[in-house]
């Protein structure tokens, strides 16, 4: 057994302690969703953060809607929805102020809550880490990970700072950051494609709430002298970020009168009080390999991306979801750990059309030369002035990976979340059906046998059939999609079923009663019968 420490050193080591089932190191949004996703299942988990403390300063301030779609599973997003800015539009500047581009945001998305949050990231962190614990989640701060060693049937971290010990883990999940240790020690090598851009990030708190009202909440400006964005980080904070020519020009812009210098045009000292500057590198990185043996990467410790679609913390999110519900089978018993290699072929192809549209985004608006910006400004306000829409950014499901074998119309895809009844409660289909696995059906058109309903039942998937029928009183199984969002969904994929995974991707479709029982037990096999504690 070899030990790497991440200095070059190899050295052997003998486990001395306790098992935990999974280590999650890095103690950020990522590696907070990803333990206690894992801690709510009943798994034994520890979390292990370099800091001495949760880290209190913004960092990301958006997340989508398939990101509270996870939170309000993690039982947090109605408590953040007062902290939260909800964004209806995103525009895209001039240097002169006119508007070249502007991206419209539904107030309800496909996951059932509004597409675009902006946040502040530490009421995120503090409802998260209150979740974790409340799930289990063993969490140590002042504990930075300096060496692993896989043993095959575990992996043995040595762990320093006030305390320093070991932990032994039969699975590790790597969320600490573009930084990571883990990865580095590991010998993983990253894919660069090219885009890197400095740039200065000044976070301010509002000393009036009024001042809020009187800010862009979500801007760039194509500025050549200076690419500038503009967010809102909800209601009480906003973010400006510039971009610098280098970042040797750090140490001097810092400085807070040159930061108010850039400011000011939007913002007073009587409005708000600057409370952190920080530079970026903005990269496009991804690793070559998501899992070494018992290691996984999630988050930025596998994939790095520009801002500018406010992706970076979403794709992580989708990792941890993606990753829970496999490795809560695998410790189970239920599925061969080999499950676990589909996570990057599944994910992978997600995190590349990210990065490639944010390049293509960030470039466009980061043009420096004057002449080139010029053009761009004059194609782009001809577009507005024929009334061309920008195209809509959409992202690819699931290509391969744990899907049914059969391919057809919604297999792959982010399945949609409306409004249903079940006769006493009326609210989003996960809160009233619950979590985990479903098999959605079409009551009007299709019934399971009995054998099938049971099997289904045994593994934990969750029946979910959907009527239309709203009379006071009527007698009918399932649940009221009081919306029509499901059944509309359904019939545009030309199926009378679907199957969901646990992480809300469709595992595949069925068109009558015989392909919907051969799907209903595909979806059991494939999952391994989820844990019911899972479904929690």
Request: net charge negative; charged share 25%.
């Amino acid at each position: 057994m070899i030990e790497s420490a991440g200095d070059g050193a190899q050295r052997s080591s003998t486990p001395d302690s306790e098992t935990v089932d999974v280590a999650v190191v890095g103690y950020g949004p990522v590696g907070m969703a990803t333990a206690a996703l894992l801690g709510a299942a009943g798994h034994h988990v520890v979390a292990l953060e370099r800091y001495a403390g949760l880290y209190n300063l913004p960092r990301a301030a958006i997340f989508d809607d398939e990101t509270m779609r996870t939170l309000a599973r993690l039982g947090v997003a109605q408590e953040l929805v007062p902290t939260l800015h909800v964004q209806r539009n995103y525009e895209w500047r001039n240097a002169a102020g006119e508007l070249l581009i502007e991206h419209d945001f539904a107030e309800t998305g496909r996951s059932g809550w509004a597409e675009w949050y902006m946040m502040y990231q530490p009421e995120l962190e503090d409802a998260l880490d209150r979740r974790a614990r409340e799930a289990g989640v063993d969490v140590r701060f002042d504990s930075p990970v300096t060496g692993l060693a896989d043993h095959g049937d575990h992996v043995e971290l040595r762990v320093g700072g006030r305390e320093p010990h070991r932990v032994r883990a039969r699975w590790v999940i790597a969320c600490d950051g573009g930084n990571s240790f883990v990865r580095s020690a590991l010998g993983l090598a990253m894919e660069d494609y090219g885009f890197s851009e400095p740039w200065m990030v000044c976070d301010f708190r509002f000393r009036d709430a009024a001042a809020a009202h009187t800010v862009p909440t979500a801007r760039q400006v194509g500025d050549p002298a200076g690419p500038t964005s503009i967010i809102s980080l909800g209601p009480a904070h906003h973010r400006f970020s510039y971009m610098l020519d280098s970042v040797e020009d750090f140490d001097v812009e810092r400085d807070p009168e040159k930061v108010w210098a850039r400011t000011t045009r939007w913002l007073s000292r009587d409005d708000a009080e600057l409370i952190r500057v920080a530079t970026y590198t903005f990269r496009s990185l991804v690793t070559d390999r998501w899992r070494v043996g018992r290691v996984l990467l999630a988050g930025d410790a596998a994939h790095q991306m520009p801002p500018f679609l406010g992706q970076g913390m979403c794709s992580g999110i989708r990792d941890a979801q993606n990753i829970a519900f496999k490795l809560d089978a695998v410790l189970r018993g239920r599925l061969a750990d080999d499950v676990l290699d589909t996570y990057q072929q599944e994910r992978e192809p997600h995190v590349r059309a990210v990065i490639e549209k944010g390049i293509e985004l960030g470039r466009q608006q980061t043009v420096r030369d004057p002449e080139r910006a010029a053009e761009r400004d004059r194609v782009l306000l001809g577009r507005r002035a024929a009334n061309q829409k920008p195209d809509t950014i959409r992202f690819p499901g699931l290509l391969d990976g744990l899907l049914a074998t059969a391919s057809g119309p919604g297999r792959g895809e982010l399945a949609v979340q409306g409004v249903v009844d079940d006769g006493t409660v009326r609210d989003r289909l996960d809160q009233v059906a619950g979590h985990g696995a479903h098999l959605l059906l079409d009551a009007r058109s299709v019934t399971l046998d009995e054998d099938t309903a049971a099997t289904l039942a045994a593994a934990g998937v969750r029946v979910v059939a959907l009527h239309t029928d709203p009379r006071p009183g009527a007698v009918v199984d399932g649940l009221l999609d009081t919306d029509g969002t499901h059944l509309a969904w359904l019939a545009s994929l030309g199926a009378v079923a679907a199957a969901v995974r646990p992480d809300f991707y469709v595992f595949g479709t069925a068109t009558d009663a015989d392909t919907t029982d051969a799907l209903a037990r595909e979806l059991v096999a494939a999952l391994g019968a989820p844990s019911p504690a899972l479904q929690h």
